[in-house]
């Protein structure tokens, strides 16, 4: 059984930075695919980054395009957000997503995963 657990959210003034974790137990972490999303509240849930661990290569949402960065290390099963130059829209809780495959071209589709975090608040003050 996956298990995904984050971490690393917290209340941040605008222009700050945070680091968000993904710890993922019980897979063969470097074949999945990993993502995050985040929903702020009264919205739908929105895609973020996604990365392909085989491989390193990264897609980021044109809204956090510049600003946020998906990383992995494949030795400590952790795939990391790291988010620059936060506004106040980006507060939102955050999810973690792994996929049993590489999904393709679905990677920005909540579909494509199969397994999710419980999520980590950020708050971003103006």
């Known amino acids: 059984q996956v298990q995904l657990e984050e971490s690393g959210g917290g209340l941040v003034q605008a222009g700050g930075s945070l680091r968000l974790s993904c710890v993922a137990s019980?897979?063969?972490?470097?074949?999945?695919?990993m993502g995050w999303f985040r929903q702020a509240p009264g919205k739908e849930r929105e895609f973020v980054a996604a990365?392909?661990?085989?491989?390193?290569?990264?897609y980021h949402a044109e809204s956090v395009k510049g600003r946020f960065t998906i990383s992995r290390d494949n030795a400590k099963n952790t795939v990391y957000l790291k988010m620059n130059s936060l506004t106040p829209e980006d507060t939102a809780v955050y999810y973690c997503?792994?996929?049993?495959?590489?999904?393709?071209?679905?990677?920005?589709?909540?579909?494509?995963?199969?397994?999710w975090g419980q999520g980590t608040q950020v708050t971003v003050s103006s």
């Open positions: 990365i392909r661990l085989s491989s390193g290569n990264t």
């Open positions: 019980g897979c063969t972490f470097s074949r999945h695919g």
């Open positions: 997503a792994a996929s049993n495959v590489w999904s393709g071209s679905a990677y920005w589709r909540g579909y494509a995963y199969d397994y």
